[in-house]
């Protein structure tokens, strides 16, 4: 079916666009964006006013927990949730079971995800084998197997030389390396971030050190190998100002903030819910500030969910023994709006979505994140001011895992299409 | 449900009027039906006392450990607690190695939990009971006054690691007392808590002090590189005679126990006369009666 969005305010920031006007898809395509009415009787009208039209949004950082853990999520479920919350794009973490460090693994996740869910999901393939943080994988078969980065993630490497010549194998083939920046001799056995908070509940902490000690190194292995680095969900104001420090150096340096890190601290983590422990932790306030700093200054490149479903079981663990993580795909549109309407509305709607779209896209080489002519019509329309109640027995996800259980969040997702594709509608 | 989770949930001055009522021969009133008593680390005072407070109101004990209950088969907290209350039993008594623990139980539970000791967040019954022995030993001043403002009390040793210390600073600094935590600096919590003071001088926080309180020290924080040898803590904080030459004269020491003699207290000072140790343990019974009372009758 073709398709007629007529009437909303189109956000493109890969053509740096922003005018009210009606979009156009035909043959799956991007066919037009117009301001005048096409009065096509063919196309199916979809009325827009008030709403925004944009490229789907881009999730570089997810977790789908195929193959081997899908009690958690499944690539149906995690594509699914994906759509329902504005994402097109998804690309999905190697720490499976087994790791995806195999150009076979990489290959039937990405035909079983085309299979299974309409969402486009792109694979990052581990770092090491087995995530070991030993030795390498073949970065040259996983790229040709269709690997778009590179990363142990949960499970950094620790070993400095392993990095440095992974980095430099990386760079040769043309894979970016992704990095969870964790000194694990720092962290080992903490469950939450170590201050105030972890003092008075009896929690071993985990320091912000941990986090700042490993950026510091990976961006100066990323110097010296010219290896394309991009840090995952940064969480601490040093960290921020680490970033700014070898950007202006010139390294090949990009990073992501999760919506949680910008909504929450560790307070959160008073009366040991489990919801709200996550790696890297939720920090203090002044860690949170010089996020949201990082992200209006442009520090920040782009916006990441780090989606890690978990079973209730698994959550109702006690918070020492319960795993890390929360999902995100449903609430980080609505997450973001609540954190920009708090402070003052520094996005304007065009630079939300590139933070949430394009630029995320760009960082890892992705076609996707544009509304242009010709371009597959990966497309969402939202409705930016809409304010509606977490309920987390209504995610599509498996995961119920989110700190955000009964908050107002402000912007929703009406529709999402994938190629043309209607894959979503808020209406049911 | 009034969940005894933290020192914070205890009414401190009914509390002690009530374990004084007791101790002077009130009889309490008698319940019926079972109390759970769910013990994943070893405990001799704490059940101990807890066990014969059940009995002394009436109520049985059903002591549960990982060796001889379902937990040794993988059974979840979670799952436990909801069976022991599709079970009745009235309360479940809780003692874990993990800080919030017994949070994470009464969020499964249709009965009050009462918290034995979580890992290194709280122990709310021994601050109860340390507490009421100070009360007990300046005379039982009027309990709904600041009736430890002007006394200073040092907590001394694994602070960092201690449930004790932690629940002990929320109940003293309640009732007035300025507050000390001392310990190596390894030891310390890694933030300062709120309302007391934290020093890693054992002269600063034994200076014109009027109760002493030692922690045990656990011989893993050797193993896993805290201190470097016993020697060492000893040397510099093990609860001397020589070292109370600068605390207040009428100085009491305390210490929740097991004592390890020769470690963080000396001989003579444990079974001196500015011990209240004996006292202490005396007074658990009473004090886990009201707790569970308090409990049940809410």
């Known amino acids: 079916m073709d398709y007629l969005l007529a009437n909303g305010r189109v956000l493109d920031p890969s053509q740096n666009r922003d005018e009210v006007a009606h979009l156009v898809i035909r043959g799956g395509r991007i066919a037009e964006i117009t301001p005048i009415l096409p009065s096509d009787p063919s196309l199916k009208r979809i009325d827009c006013d008030g709403l925004w039209v944009a490229p789907g949004l881009v999730d570089i950082h997810v977790h789908l927990r195929e193959p081997g853990q899908s009690y958690k999520e499944t690539l149906q479920t995690g594509g699914a949730a994906a759509l329902a919350g504005g994402f097109t794009t998804i690309c999905c973490m190697p720490n499976t079971e087994p790791p995806l460090d195999s150009p076979t693994l990489v290959r039937e996740i990405r035909q079983r995800a085309e299979r299974e869910t309409p969402c486009r999901v792109y694979v990052v393939a581990a770092l090491t084998q087995g995530m070991a943080g030993e030795q390498l994988c073949d970065y040259h078969a996983l790229k040709q197997a269709g690997a778009i980065a590179c990363s142990d993630d949960a499970f950094p490497v620790q070993n400095a030389e392993v990095m440095r010549r992974a980095m430099l194998a990386c760079a040769a083939y043309g894979l970016p390396v992704v990095t969870h920046c964790e000194d694990k001799s720092l962290s080992a056995g903490g469950s939450m971030h170590r201050g105030v908070v972890s003092s008075l509940l009896g929690l071993q902490g985990i320091p912000a050190s941990s986090e700042t000690v490993q950026i510091a190194r990976n961006a100066l292995l990323a110097w010296e190998t010219g290896c394309q680095l991009h840090l995952q969900h940064l969480s601490t104001a040093v960290g921020v100002a680490l970033v700014r420090f070898f950007k202006a150096q010139g390294v090949r340096l990009t990073c992501e903030v999760c919506p949680h890190h910008l909504l929450l601290t560790d307070s959160a983590c008073e009366g040991y819910d489990t919801n709200a422990k996550m790696n890297p932790p939720l920090r203090t306030e002044s860690d949170r500030r010089a996020l949201s700093e990082g992200l209006i200054e442009g520090v920040i490149d782009c916006i990441a969910t780090d989606h890690a479903p978990h079973a209730p079981f698994e959550k109702e663990r006690t918070f020492p023994d319960a795993p890390f993580g929360i999902v995100g795909l449903e609430t980080a549109f609505g997450c973001i709006g609540l954190w920009n309407h708090q402070q003052g509305t520094p996005l304007s709607p065009l630079e939300w979505i590139r933070l949430m779209s394009t630029a995320p896209a760009q960082i890892l080489n992705l076609t996707a994140g544009t509304l242009q002519v010709g371009a597959p019509a990966d497309v969402v329309v939202l409705d930016p001011h809409a304010r509606w109640i977490v309920n987390p027995d209504e995610f599509r996800s498996k995961g119920r895992n989110t700190p955000f259980r009964g908050w107002e969040l402000i912007g929703k997702v009406r529709y999402t299409f994938v190629g043309g594709e209607c894959v979503y509608s808020a209406a049911g | ?298």
Not at chain 2, 124 to 147: C, E, F, K, V
Not at chain 2, 222 to 240: C, K, V, W
Request: hydrophobic content about 40%; charged content about 15%.
């Open chain 2, 1 to 298: 449900m009034p969940h005894l989770l933290s020192a914070h949930d205890l009414p401190l001055a009914p509390m002690l009027e009530r374990i004084r009522q007791y101790r002077e021969g009130t009889t309490p009133r008698q319940g019926r039906g079972t109390i759970a008593l769910l013990f994943y680390e070893p405990s001799t005072r704490t059940r101990g006392a807890f066990e014969q407070a059940c009995v002394m109101l009436g109520y049985h004990p059903l002591v549960l450990t990982p060796s001889i209950s379902s937990i040794v088969k993988g059974e979840s907290l979670a799952d436990t607690v909801r069976t022991l209350c599709a079970q009745g039993v009235r309360a479940i008594v809780i003692r874990h190695p993990h800080a919030g623990a017994a949070h994470t139980a009464s969020r499964f539970s249709t009965v009050p939990i009462l918290n034995a000791g979580d890992g290194a967040h709280e122990h709310p019954t021994q601050a109860l009971l340390d507490i009421y022995t100070l009360w007990s030993h300046r005379g039982y001043p009027n309990p709904h006054t600041r009736w430890l403002e002007g006394v200073k009390v040092a907590i001394v040793g694994d602070v960092k690691h201690s449930r004790v210390a932690r629940s002990n600073a929320i109940l003293l600094t309640q009732a007035g007392a300025e507050v000390w935590l001392c310990a190596p600096p390894t030891l310390l919590p890694d933030a300062p808590l709120p309302g007391v003071q934290q020093t890693h001088s054992i002269e600063q926080a034994l200076q014109n002090a009027h109760v002493v309180m030692a922690l045990r020290l656990q011989t893993e924080r050797m193993e896993s590189g805290f201190l470097p040898s016993l020697n060492a803590y000893r040397r510099d904080y093990q609860i001397t005679e020589a070292r109370l030459q600068v605390a207040h004269p009428d100085c009491v020491v305390m210490h929740p126990g097991p004592i390890q003699r020769g470690v963080e207290i000396e001989d003579a000072v444990a079974d001196g006369s500015r011990s209240l140790i004996l006292t202490q343990v005396q007074v658990g019974l009473t004090v886990r009666a009201v707790c569970l009372e308090y409990a049940l009758e809410n």
